[in-house]
């Protein structure tokens, strides 16, 4: 029991670090007159989301479910929420309440990469509280809280659904209300310090493996299998995506390289307790092709202006990570699995886990397009072109990253 409650305070603290994490990688990915802008929205995700957690957040995800869409308000403050073990040995409620917080807080900074350099700081703030409430809980609900996720047989071990592609599809919705940044097309946008980009994917790295394990909910052998999937799925799309752009460029970079360890983390979560390790070799080398498409390909095709490929990354690999684990998902690695996959002959779970994909996307375009659409017509979302051309740490904070110019703004 005791080593339970250990395993899940680690993992715990590991996905807390993931949002300092984030904020350096996507801080040493903008311009340099946007990262303390940049860094500070993540940060402020602590203060947002825990406070809205413990208020409210937690009761609506996982409080008696109401037309499988919603929990109530029976654990406002946590009010009724347990301190104590289970019977069994079961990991205390509120230890569970906490680590799922963690999942809350990082959950809209990931929007950011889609947004960054050119939004109100203001209305950053004002959207992901809206968000919380109409995007992020309702999906948590329905995936993991009873909901109607859970009804159709879909099975999320980690936030595929929940975290990935609604914070990617948002993201996508959001930049495309937005509009593009000032010059984009017509002008490079350089990372001004990828040292601090590639701290920040160590600190992702080490803490998605607290951010998988953890979803297991004690330390036993489906935790084990977490590990290994996400370890074996990271590696594998690292290497693919490497040898991608040798391919094509004739050269890797470490930007390149950091980059599909990412998305291959992203592929491997709604699986990485269901799936056999096997299926995470091939999870990772398909996840990094088909992302690096949407980020190279894509893109640039229709225009949009995701600027940190938080669609590319989080909404193409947590679709095709849905997919996959309808395809490699069975009951022999994980007793909770509904029902097998694809591969082994039975269609049902292949088509819940299409089901899932398709309201966790209809879910964040539409939520998503009305908070935006409230938002536009108070006030505006974003600066103006001279407030964008100065920099959003200056324009916003009243703060410079660095005191002496160097040639990358």
């Excluded at 715990?12 to 990688?25: E, K, N, R």
């Excluded at 499988?68 to 079961?90: C, M, P, Q, T, Y």
Aim: aromatic share 12%; proline share 3%.
């Amino acid at each position: 029991m005791t080593g339970n409650i250990a395993f899940m305070f680690l993992c715990t603290i590991l996905v807390f670090l993931m949002t300092p994490g984030l904020a350096f990688f996507y801080g040493g990915m903008v311009r340099r007159k946007n990262a303390l802008n940049t860094m500070l929205f993540c940060f402020a995700m602590f203060g947002i989301g825990m406070v809205l957690w413990i208020l409210v957040g937690y009761s609506l995800s996982f409080g008696e479910d109401h037309l499988s869409i919603i929990g109530d308000l029976k654990h406002l403050f946590l009010r009724d929420v347990s301190f104590e073990a289970g019977e069994n040995g079961e990991t205390p409620e509120i230890l569970l309440a906490m680590f799922n917080m963690m999942f809350a807080v990082i959950s809209p900074a990931i929007i950011l990469g889609a947004l960054a350099e050119r939004m109100k700081f203001s209305k950053m703030m004002v959207f992901v509280i809206i968000w919380s409430f109409l995007v992020y809980y309702p999906l948590a609900h329905m995936a993991w809280g009873g909901g109607l996720l859970e009804m159709i047989d879909s099975i999320d071990f980690a936030g595929g659904n929940v975290i990935h592609i609604s914070t990617g599809v948002s993201g996508l919705v959001a930049c495309l209300f937005l509009g593009k940044r000032k010059g984009y097309g017509a002008m490079s946008y350089h990372p001004h310090n990828i040292p601090l980009f590639l701290l920040g994917a160590a600190i992702l790295w080490a803490g998605w493996f607290g951010f998988n394990c953890g979803c297991a909910g004690a330390a036993n052998k489906t935790a084990l299998l977490a590990f290994c999937n996400t370890a074996l799925s990271s590696a594998t799309s690292m290497l693919v995506w490497m040898g991608i752009e040798i391919l094509v460029q004739k050269k890797c970079t470490v930007m390149g390289a950091v980059t599909g360890g990412i998305v291959g983390l992203v592929g491997i979560t709604p699986g990485a307790g269901y799936v056999p390790l096997w299926s995470a070799l091939i999870i990772g080398a398909t996840t990094a092709p088909i992302c690096y498409l949407a980020i190279s390909k894509v893109k640039k095709k229709f225009g949009y202006d995701d600027a940190l490929d938080a669609f590319g990354c989080h909404g193409v690999g947590g679709i095709w990570g849905g997919i996959v684990t309808g395809i490699f998902a069975t009951k022999e690695v994980n007793d909770a699995v509904p029902h097998e996959g694809l591969l082994y002959g039975d269609y049902r779970l292949f088509l819940a886990q299409i089901g899932a994909i398709a309201i966790s996307i209809a879910v964040s375009v539409v939520m998503t397009s009305l908070i935006l659409l409230v938002l536009k017509k108070c006030g505006g979302i974003r600066v103006s072109d001279m407030e964008e051309a100065q920099g959003l740490d200056l324009i916003e904070h009243g703060e410079r990253a660095y005191p002496a110019f160097n040639g990358l703004d």
